[in-house]
């Protein structure tokens, strides 16, 4: 069951100052994607285009597979509008079908089964592309390095975990969904990953960033 917090965050975000609903929210606009609003599907288009691209970036470094695969994905999508559920979150649901859709494309260029473990077995490496905009406000250059270092070398759970948490804004009941965990063991696992970035001194950075996501 999800929690009330959780709903009451998630109204709020679409509504504008005066209490009515933001036309431009993205959850409004993929209700009128569904009824075959081709404007409202090329906002949507424009608004996740590059986290999409940043997110499979992190997962594979092949900009071909990348490519295809978010061009496949939206391209599903306005075939099968008409049959698409109504998300809470566009962003978790679009992410969810291209970390999906970019391991399967995987699995098939290296011709293995489909398994569990093999569903787990890819890189996830953090770089800074969308997300530099935002770091550039906190810190210089150069702890950025120190930065982009230290969170690489935490466990590929543990990246995945903080950069969805914090760079990309996800709910933890979100995290837990796309790596198959529950949000309790996502709550351990960022706070372990935050405990090894104290140790190199970015801790600051991430505790910024959360009171714009609080846990």
């Known amino acids: 069951m999800k929690s009330a917090t959780t709903h009451k965050n998630h109204s709020k975000d679409l509504q504008t100052d005066d209490g009515t609903i933001r036309l431009d929210a993205p959850e409004v606009l993929w209700s009128r994607m569904k009824e075959s609003d081709a404007a409202a599907f090329s906002q949507l288009y424009s608004i996740f285009i590059k986290d999409l691209f940043s997110y499979a970036s992190r997962i594979t470094k092949n900009k071909e597979l990348i490519e295809d695969s978010v061009q496949d994905l939206f391209v599903e999508l306005w075939k099968s509008r008409d049959s698409l559920p109504q998300v809470r979150s566009v962003k978790f649901y679009l992410y969810k079908r291209i970390k999906r859709k970019i391991i399967r494309k995987l699995i ?107 846990l």
């Open 108 to 214: 098939e260029s290296r011709k293995l089964p489909l398994n569990r473990n093999i569903l787990e077995d890819y890189n996830f490496e953090i770089t800074f592309s969308h997300e530099t905009e935002l770091i550039d406000k906190q810190i210089s250059r150069e702890k950025q390095e120190r930065l982009l270092k230290s969170l690489n070398k935490l466990t590929r759970r543990q990246k995945e975990a903080i950069t969805l948490r914090f760079f990309d804004g996800l709910r933890n009941t979100e995290i837990a969904a796309l790596l198959a965990m529950s949000p309790k063991s996502v709550r351990n696992l960022i706070y372990r990953a935050m405990i090894v970035l104290k140790d190199e001194m970015t801790i600051v950075l991430l505790l910024t960033i959360s009171d714009w996501y609080p």
